[in-house]
């Protein structure tokens, strides 16, 4: 379990430790992350091509070394996360590569208690190569009738590219909503792309019967956020820039708009300090709706569970954890077990 280098123990667990009386640490951790298994939950926010391992890119591709792979997934910043990701999904050249992507990420996600998941495709990017959009989506669902959960899509337009191109995207979302398309989003550079730019597509989504979320307030500030919630958005991908604004975080506790938090995306993009500084908690004390999700995990390092376990050492009680693994399903855009 990758934990981020953050400090291992709460209170109780030294206290514990310290009379002797309780088990080792790790044991307890061991026994937390086996409960945190067994939680039936949802991820709503993981994008397939950054949950790729570098053994499946190898085996997409035997020619990279895993020196090669290291040294083109290491980044120090936002920006250094975006040219990782671009390079990673420029190795997928075939449905057959998206295909394998989505059978290891949906094994994963089974072994950790997850029954239900939105998987985000980068169509945009997808578009960009000039790939056959169809042809990949279409060995995605077969995959996704094979997978050992249920599974459902968010297509995803790329910001920085502009509104034109996400036009497609739109396009192609509401064509599939038979096979499993539930939402359109937009992600990747907020700065370069603002939501605003974004309105009319998002219009002409909602209007095709597609859900609607928004990468916002990752790297920009609570007016993205704003923005992203004037064109419709209904959730919010990160979203932690509210926590600078009462009157932003009234709104989304009074709407029940909820944050897909990422935790560990955050502190490795450089965005948040360290986990300790993570306003996660503070965002849930003033009754923001939060989720808990991995948003990259290979490129971060972390799975589902290790996000619910450094929930638990930023304050998050058993039972708090419990109804977050709660709320993960109630905010999905379909119906779990539909
Ligand atoms: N695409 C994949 N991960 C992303 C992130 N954390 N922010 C914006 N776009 C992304
Ligand atoms: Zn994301």
């Known amino acids: 379990m990758a934990a981020m280098g953050f400090g291992k123990s709460g209170e109780q667990q030294t206290a514990a430790h310290a009379s002797g009386v309780g088990p080792p640490e790790e044991a307890i951790c061991r026994q937390r992350l086996v409960r945190l298994l067994e939680i039936p939950k949802a991820e709503l926010h993981v994008h397939l091509e950054g949950s790729i391992e570098p053994a ?198 009074e709407r029940a708009i909820p944050l897909e938090v990422c935790v560990t995306s955050n502190v490795r993009t450089g965005v948040v300090a360290s986990p300790a500084t993570h306003p996660l908690r503070r965002l849930y004390e003033r009754g923001v709706p939060v989720l808990i999700n991995t948003d990259d995990p290979a490129l971060f390092g972390c799975t589902l569970a290790s996000e619910y376990e450094l929930a638990g050492r930023l304050g998050f009680s058993e039972t708090e954890l419990e109804e977050l693994a709660e709320a993960s399903l109630r905010f999905a855009f379909a119906e779990p077990g539909r």
């Open 56 to 253: 499946t890119l190898q085996e997409i591709d035997p020619s990279l070394s895993l020196a090669e792979i290291e040294a083109h997934t290491t980044y120090e910043d936002f920006a250094g996360f975006l040219r990782a990701y671009v390079w990673v999904n420029k190795r997928l050249e075939t449905p057959e590569h998206y295909a394998l992507a989505l059978r290891r990420l949906a094994s994963t996600l089974s072994a950790q208690g997850v029954v239900y998941a939105e998987i985000t495709l980068s169509a945009g990017v997808i578009l960009w190569k000039g790939q056959d959009l169809e042809a990949i989506y279409s060995a995605l669902w077969e995959e996704t009738r094979r997978a050992p959960i249920e599974i459902r899509w968010i297509l995803d337009a790329i910001r920085q590219f502009g509104a034109e191109a996400a036009r497609p995207v739109v396009e192609f979302a509401a064509r599939a909503r038979q096979r499993g398309v539930v939402a359109f989003g937009i992600g990747g550079d907020e700065v370069r792309g603002p939501a605003r730019e974004f309105a009319e597509v998002f219009h002409e989504a909602r209007a095709a019967g597609l859900r609607l979320t928004c990468h916002a307030g990752e790297t920009a500030g609570s007016e993205s956020v704003r923005e992203a919630l004037a064109i419709g958005a209904e959730r919010i991908g990160h979203g932690i820039a509210a926590i600078e604004d009462e009157a932003l975080m009234a709104e989304l506790r």
